[in-house]
């Protein structure tokens, strides 16, 4: 997949329609999907802040309730791609 459809699909998991349409096991997977490429261009402080997030949303998204605290997982990693996407 060329950079500009990687950066595209990773601006559409920021979107609200995304969210709507998710959940955490979707977003893990869609963000895990592209995490060579996000290693290579961004910074590696906001790479570990991704990893240590995706891991978060994993645990959360198999032993979790899916309750509030569901949600911010979900929320506190989206804010960590949005740092990542910006700079495109």
């Given at each position: 997949?060329?950079?500009?459809?990687?950066?595209?699909?990773?601006?559409?998991?920021?979107?609200?329609?995304?969210?709507?349409?998710?959940?955490?096991?979707?977003?893990?997977r869609?963000?895990?999907?592209?995490k060579?490429?996000?290693?290579?261009?961004?910074t590696?402080?906001?790479?570990?802040?991704?990893?240590?997030?995706?891991?978060?949303?994993?645990?959360?998204?198999?032993?979790?309730?899916?309750?509030?605290?569901?949600?911010?997982?979900?929320?506190?990693?989206?804010?960590?791609?949005?740092?990542?996407?910006?700079?495109?």
């Amino acid at each position: 997949m060329d950079s500009a459809s990687i950066v595209f699909k990773l601006k559409h998991i920021c979107c609200d329609e995304y969210y709507a349409d998710s959940d955490l096991f979707i977003l893990y997977r869609d963000i895990i999907e592209h995490k060579g490429f996000i290693r290579k261009t961004t910074t590696d402080d906001l790479y570990e802040s991704l990893c240590t997030e995706l891991d978060c949303v994993f645990y959360e998204a198999r032993f979790g309730d899916y309750g509030d605290y569901s949600e911010k997982v979900y929320k506190d990693c989206i804010e960590v791609l949005k740092k990542i996407v910006q700079k495109f």
